[in-house]
């Protein structure tokens, strides 16, 4: 049974940071493409960076240089890391995983699995 499980999630000021971890059972995790995604009250849900098998990554242009996405193949376990937070980041962030691989591994492909979702909310 495939199970994706994130966490780290919570309030911070903007300017701040947060890591967000995906745990991952129940299926062959370091050959399969992993993305984060978000999705804000009353907006479509955002990919927000994805990453392949072999640590290759794609951002969304609003997270560029602010964003990380990293993942530990020995510890089945995908990372957000989030610095110099806005409040228009503020969303519920989920992870999710493909089984695309090289090129088709982007936000765009078709993501298999998901995850319950993790809130951040970046106010003062």
């Known amino acids: 049974q495939v199970q994706l499980q994130e966490s780290g999630g919570g309030l911070v000021q903007p300017g701040g940071s947060l890591r967000l971890s995906c745990a991952a059972s129940?299926?062959?995790?370091?050959?399969?493409?992993m993305g984060w995604f978000r999705q804000a009250p009353g907006k479509e849900r955002e990919g927000v960076a994805s990453?392949?098998?072999?640590?290759?990554?794609n951002y969304a242009d609003s997270v560029k240089g602010r964003l990380t996405i990293s993942r530990d193949n020995a510890k089945n376990t995908l990372y957000l890391q989030m610095n110099s937070l806005k409040p228009e980041d503020t969303a519920m962030y989920y992870c999710?995983?493909?089984?695309?691989?090289?090129?088709?591994?982007?936000?765009?492909?078709?993501?298999?699995?998901w995850g319950q979702g993790t809130q951040v909310t970046v106010s003062s």
């Open positions: 999710a995983a493909a089984s695309a691989t090289g090129p088709f591994c982007y936000q765009g492909a078709d993501f298999d699995y």
């Open positions: 129940g299926y062959t995790y370091s050959s399969y493409c």
């Open positions: 990453i392949d098998s072999d640590g290759n990554t």
